[in-house]
């Protein structure tokens, strides 16, 4: 009887190690864990109607891969900040505990704060689009759409689109608008101090709030394809506009004009002052001295100049005016253009040809610093566009 | 306060760059240089990497050749690169042979690779790293400085620090360095323990090793207590990989690795093996001297983790006495573990079935290692070899050393319950 049980045992236990052993295998080196920079490989495919009520709620029913929304817009203040804190609010009333905390950062901590990237498979702060259900991720596209103008907002849609786009056209699940993450760096508030962060590839948007008062630099904008496409039947061009009227900025000027601000000497093949990457400081590689060259915006004509301007307003009025009024003021003050130099490298025998790769313009201020590169394609042949928008001053709400 | 405010701040910015370099590996073509710096105790190494596209981007006369030779790499690299000493004097950089290497990949531009080395006293100290290569014309250009080793700080390839990154407007870096041998050595000792708390082979050796001791004891009248027997048959396989460890590393002896690691697996064969031998058979001498010899082999394998590493001189012996420390502070702690766990399953009457169980599950690992080494194949054991190796060998021992128990505790009732059976 112990022969057998001594038989038995020795088998058991051989073959309960054995399992034991390979079951633990699986969990511990088969899982491979979730990866908080990794998200759903399914493009979400959204189709929304907005209904206005006429009494300031607005209800969104849309049907999209993460389910069915039920998103009701309550929010309806005057005043910018108020409706922008009433839809944080709304937001983060639809998230569970876990993903207030994810959404949720620290105001105090610089690092995070100037956490950000160009890049689609960086670590960001915030919670994934694709992370949400349809009723939460319409709350925060309601963020979105307050934190930006109209044109704004119709610019961070192209991107979002462009992203699904490449994923569809050979770049696999690292490109998809469900990538895109949203963040609070500090307690939403109308009075107190806070940073709303929305980020993904090609895509920056990092706007302090000090009392109310908002300040969305550094702004990292870019797209790929730079011209327009079609996304489900819609078109997007979101960074076009920008693009030409750099483009048309310089072509105003003349040979002579044009050579002053031709960076000899220089060559581009990304942004100067580019990503943070939780670098926790304000950057300080602006040029300065003799080597901030160019054409002096004050020696243009007054038709040049107004092109300047509106190509300024390319970037700074992609957000509401409540935010970009001032700033447009100080930027095209006429102390500011008197110390405004515009300027492009690349090949002088070309000229600015956006189709080339290393093709470079920028608007330098004294806080105004605007750029745009021309990069090789990552998933599509041709160039596509590099933008970064910053204000040398107040970068972060100078909060750093 | 502020020092530390300022230390935090730099290890966030290294940590963020550390992130933000790797991904752009796969989104984007490399643009960025590299310059790896190895520090031995009387000379600086530097590597450096330089992506085409953004070479001929700063240096247009070099687009006439698809791949740029080494002769007009180094002709447009010298101009921009120095390093000076703490006194501003300038040093003596000599080219290093070959290994202007070439790298293409899908996801990278091609790199080209330069080597350079400059002899430095202690007084040099803090040194000045001075370079400018494709940032002086490419503004957007950035230069990352690896430190790759320094035994002093006890850095090590494996896990290299971020010194700082040449850029626009920054293009001189402070290289510091404080002589104190202590963390490297420190470090030293804890890689060796590493090395078999992370090697499943060596582990299961070992443990063949005690086991077989423990068998043997158990069927011939000992001489001496089991634990003297169990140190003289370490001290026996300590001896083996130590001469062995030294004599490769300081390249008296230099086998190809993959030799030495299909001989690791034929180790465990014959361990295995042995165990399931009657041990009449088995003399402690003869286990000795399988210690001793096995663990030449051993021994030799260890030595891998200093191919990595460019050690010299003193550097290099204190180097491998405190790796040989640590590997043998682990196996005695492994083995005054282990001990009593086969100790417990020796009155057990399936004593000599679990031993064959033991032999067999070692058996069976070295031969799937064998056939995995010699043959290229992936075979089911890589699953354990790459999880916990420590966990699955006391899981394994604990789970013998219960069931041995909970088996003596079965007897022990059914005597009580049944006196005559």
Sequence with gaps: MLGRLRTTTVFALFTSGVAATLL???????????????????????????????????????????????????????????????????????????????????????????????????????????????????????????????????????????????????????????????????????????????????????????????????????????????????????????????????????????????????????????????????????????????????????????LVIAAIEQWVRDFPDAVSDDLISTYTSDAALADTYIAWAGDWDTGIDVDSRGTYMRIDGPRLWIELVCQGGAVLSGTHFHTMYRDKTMDYGNTL | MHAIATRNVFLAWVLGLI?????????????????????????????????????????????????????????????????????????????????????????????????????????????????????????????????????????????????????????????????????????????????ILNGLDHLAFLVGLLWLCVKRASHQKASRPLWLESISIITAFSLGHSISLAATVLGMVSLPVNWIEIAVAATLIVTGGSLLIKQQRIALKFECFLALFFGVIHGMAFSEVFTEMSLKGAQLIAALLSFNLGIEAIQIIIACIALPLIKATVRLSAFDGLSKVTGILILLSGLMWLIERALGWTLPIEAFATATPLFWIFEYLALMAVLALWLRYYAKQRDTENPTS
């Design chain 2, 19 to 195: 992130l933000s370099i790797s991904p752009s590996i796969n989104a984007h073509p490399a643009d960025s240089s590299i310059v790896h710096l190895i520090y031995h105790a009387d000379a600086i190494e530097l590597r450096i990497e330089l992506p085409d596209y953004e070479l001929k981007m700063a240096a247009p006369q070099l687009s006439r050749w698809d791949i740029v030779p080494n002769d007009a790499l180094l002709d447009y690299v010298h101009p921009h690169l120095s390093v000076t000493t703490n006194q501003g004097e300038p040093l003596t950089l000599n080219v290093l042979p070959i290994n202007s290497r070439i790298d293409e990949d899908g996801n990278r531009d091609r790199i080209y690779q330069l080597r350079f080395s400059a002899d430095t006293t202690p007084t040099d100290w803090p040194l000045r790293l001075n370079y400018d290569g494709i940032t002086h014309r490419v503004m957007n250009h950035k230069t990352y400085v690896w430190l790759m080793q320094d035994f002093d700080q006890a850095i090590f390839a494996d896990h290299p620090t971020l010194v700082d990154v040449i850029r626009y407007q920054h293009t001189t870096v402070t290289l510091e360095h404080s002589p104190s041998s202590l963390r490297g050595l420190s470090t030293l000792s804890i890689m060796g323990a590493h090395h």
């Design chain 1, 24 to 306: 633990l295998s699986g969990c511990g080196g088969g899982g491979g864990g979730s990866n908080d920079d990794s998200t759903s490989t399914t493009n979400t495919s959204t189709t929304s109607t907005t209904t206005g009520t006429g009494s300031g709620t607005s209800t969104t029913t849309s049907t999209s891969s993460s389910g069915t929304s039920t998103f009701v817009d309550n929010c309806n203040e005057a005043e910018h900040i108020n409706n922008l804190v009433c839809k944080a609010d709304q937001f983060l009333a639809l998230l569970t505990n876990e993903q207030q905390t994810t959404v949720l950062g620290s105001y105090s901590d610089s690092v995070a704060r100037t956490y950000w990237s160009n890049l689609p498979n960086a670590t960001r702060n915030g919670i994934a689009l694709g992370d949400l259900d349809a009723t939460a991720r319409d709350a925060a596209m309601a963020v979105a759409e307050q934190a930006l103008s109209a044109a704004g907002y119709e610019d961070y849609l192209g991107i979002l689109a462009a992203d699904d786009y490449l994923g569809e056209n050979g770049g696999g699940s690292q490109y998809s608008s469900d990538n895109y993450k949203i963040a609070f760096m500090g307690t939403p508030t109308t009075s107190g101090d806070w940073m709303l962060q929305i980020g993904g590839h090609h895509l920056a948007y990092n706007i302090t709030y000090l009392a109310g008062t908002g300040y969305p630099v550094p702004n990292h904008f870019a797209s790929e394809p730079k011209t327009a496409f079609e996304v489900n039947s819609t078109t997007y061009a979101p960074i076009q506009d920008e693009g030409d009227a750099l483009v048309a900025m310089f072509e105003a000027l003349d040979s002579t004009d044009l050579y002053t601000a031709f960076l000899s000497g220089e060559s581009y093949s990304d942004v100067l002052v580019g990503p943070d990457n939780g670098s926790g400081v304000m950057p300080t590689n602006y040029p300065t001295g003799a080597n901030r060259r160019g054409m002096l915006v004050s020696d243009l004509t007054d038709t040049q100049r107004a």
